[in-house]
């Protein structure tokens, strides 16, 4: 099994950076892509940025050019930093381990722009 724990999340003006992450233990060769998905209250799930394990990154295109997805696999943590937030950033932020055996969510960190 795979478990993983985001963290980095917090309130930030419009405009301002943060760094969220997400480490995962146990069974990690077994994971194909990292990603990083967003909920709004009231909204549904969407992807946000995917790292496969090949190094290859797909962005959603509201966060093109503000966001980057990277990871450190000696740390077995994945990042996505992200620059000039916005109020319509505000969610709560998912670390996903993209899997052949099943998908592994974490528990999610909160992440408020003010604007």
């Known amino acids: 099994q795979v478990q993983l724990v985001e963290s980095g999340g917090g309130l930030v003006q419009a405009g301002g950076s943060l760094r969220l992450s997400c480490v995962a233990s146990?069974?990690?060769?077994?994971?194909?892509?990292m990603g990083w998905y967003r909920q709004a209250s009231g909204k549904q799930r969407d992807l946000v940025a995917i790292?496969?394990?090949?190094?290859?990154?797909i962005y959603a295109d509201s966060v093109k050019g503000r966001f980057t997805i990277s990871r450190d696999n000696a740390k077995s943590t994945v990042y996505l930093q992200m620059n000039s937030l916005k109020p319509e950033d505000t969610a709560v932020y998912y670390c996903?381990?993209?899997?052949?055996?099943?998908?592994?969510w974490g528990q999610g960190t909160q992440v408020t722009v003010s604007s």
């Open positions: 146990g069974s990690i060769f077994s994971i194909n892509a």
């Open positions: 996903k381990a993209l899997r052949s055996l099943g998908d592994v």
């Open positions: 790292i496969t394990r090949g190094g290859s990154t």
